[in-house]
Nanobody
Framework: QVQLVESGGGLVQAGGSLRLSCVAS??????????MGWYRQAPGKQRDLVAN???????HYADSVKGRFTISRDNAKNTVYLDMNNLKPDDTAVYYC???????????????WGQGTQVTVSS
């Protein structure tokens, strides 16, 4: 099966930067990974899309992070990154990576979520 391992979260001051990484592992070689994205969920709020990138590299960003965050991927490493710059206290949330997967043999499609990593931005 496919599992996602996230890293890079932590505590930073406003204006600082962090890079989140998410690596797909396990039996990932038997799957086709299509879209990869990052979501975040702040206390008392719904989990919302932060950024998304398809296999060819086309990206989409939430308006709240556009110009500050950059999503990228390395298909050979089955990895997606989120570079976060000029962080603000409102960016504080648990960040989750998500990949859209299709099993090559059965063509079954499903989403896989990472475990989440805490990002805290102090004033």
């Amino acid at each position: 099966q496919v599992q996602l391992v996230e890293s890079g979260g932590g505590l930073v001051q406003a204006g600082g930067s962090l890079r989140l990484s998410c690596v797909a592992s396990g039996t990932v070689r038997t799957f086709m990974i299509n879209d990869m994205g990052w979501y975040r969920q702040a206390p008392g709020k719904q989990r919302d899309l932060v950024a998304n990138i398809n296999r060819s590299g086309s990206t989409h960003y939430a308006d709240s992070v556009k110009g500050r965050f950059t999503i990228s991927r390395d298909n050979a490493k089955n990895t997606v990154y989120l570079d976060m710059n000029n962080l603000k206290p409102d960016d504080t949330a648990v960040y989750y990576c998500n990949v859209a997967v299709r099993r090559k043999l059965t063509e079954a499609q499903f989403n896989v979520w990472g475990q989440g990593t805490q990002v805290t931005v102090s004033s």
